[in-house]
Nanobody
Framework: QVQLLESGGGLVQAGGSLRLSCALSGRTFSQYTMGWFRQAPGKELDFVAAIKRYGGSTLYADSVKGRFTISRDNAKSTVYLQMNSLMPEDTAVYYC???????????????????WGQGTRVAVSS
């Protein structure tokens, strides 16, 4: 059983930064592709970023390219999302997800991930 625990959310002013963390337990972290998704109030779940196992390849949603950076520390079983130049439209609950065997074309598909965290709330004020 995989467990994912996110942390690092909070309230920040527009233009500010936050770093989200997601720790995986219960399985070998390095075997999993990790993704970040977000859900704004009243909206659908959206893909944010993903990083393949061993950190060799990353993918970003167009809306966050150049502002967000996904990284992983396999020794700490943790994936990070560094969020810079935050905008009010980044306000959402952010979820991390873990999956095995994902190919590049499925990195942005939530249905391809097997395990999900409980979410951490990010609010950006204007």
């Amino acid at each position: 059983q995989v467990q994912l625990l996110e942390s690092g959310g909070g309230l920040v002013q527009a233009g500010g930064s936050l770093r989200l963390s997601c720790a995986l337990s219960g399985r070998t972290f390095s075997q999993y592709t990790m993704g970040w998704f977000r859900q704004a109030p009243g909206k659908e779940l959206d893909f944010v970023a993903a990083i393949k196992r061993y950190g060799g390849s990353t993918l970003y949603a167009d809306s966050v390219k150049g502002r967000f950076t996904i990284s992983r520390d396999n020794a700490k079983s943790t994936v990070y999302l560094q969020m810079n130049s935050l905008m009010p439209e980044d306000t959402a609950v952010y979820y991390c997800a873990a999956g095995m065997g994902l190919i590049t074309s499925t990195l942005g598909d939530g249905a391809a991930y097997d395990w999900w965290g409980q979410g951490t709330r990010v609010a950006v004020s204007s």
